[in-house]
């Protein structure tokens, strides 16, 4: 069973930040990469941010230079900060985990940006 438990969404005014966590436990067996992925009401869900097990990252277009992921000492965990937040922004985020055996997702965080 694995479980990923995220943290950090909520309700903010445009220009604001938040910082988004995501831990993962359970029989993880080997991480290649993580990410974070939004759906706003009525769309597709896309991909915001994205981190190998190197270290290699790669960010939508629309958040380049506002968001930024990184992976925490466990290498469990992974973060997004995100900064100069905008009403396109609001969305559900979720944590997703590459791991050797599987993906998995979390259950998603609430974003919303107020103008």
């Known amino acids: 069973q694995v479980q990923l438990v995220e943290s950090g969404g909520g309700l903010v005014q445009a220009g604001g930040s938040l910082r988004l966590s995501c831990a993962a436990s359970?029989?993880?067996?080997?991480?290649?990469?993580m990410g974070w992925y939004r759906q706003a009401p009525g769309k597709q869900r896309e991909l915001v941010a994205h981190?190998?097990?190197?270290?290699?990252?790669n960010y939508a277009d629309s958040v380049k230079g506002r968001f930024t992921i990184s992976r925490g000492g466990a290498k469990n965990t992974v973060y997004l900060q995100m900064n100069s937040l905008k009403p396109e922004d609001t969305a559900v985020y979720y944590c997703?985990?590459?791991?050797?055996?599987?993906?998995?997702w979390g259950q998603g965080t609430q974003v919303t940006v107020s103008s």
């Open positions: 981190i190998t097990s190197g270290g290699n990252t």
């Open positions: 997703k985990v590459d791991d050797v055996v599987r993906d998995y």
């Open positions: 359970g029989r993880i067996f080997n991480i290649n990469a």
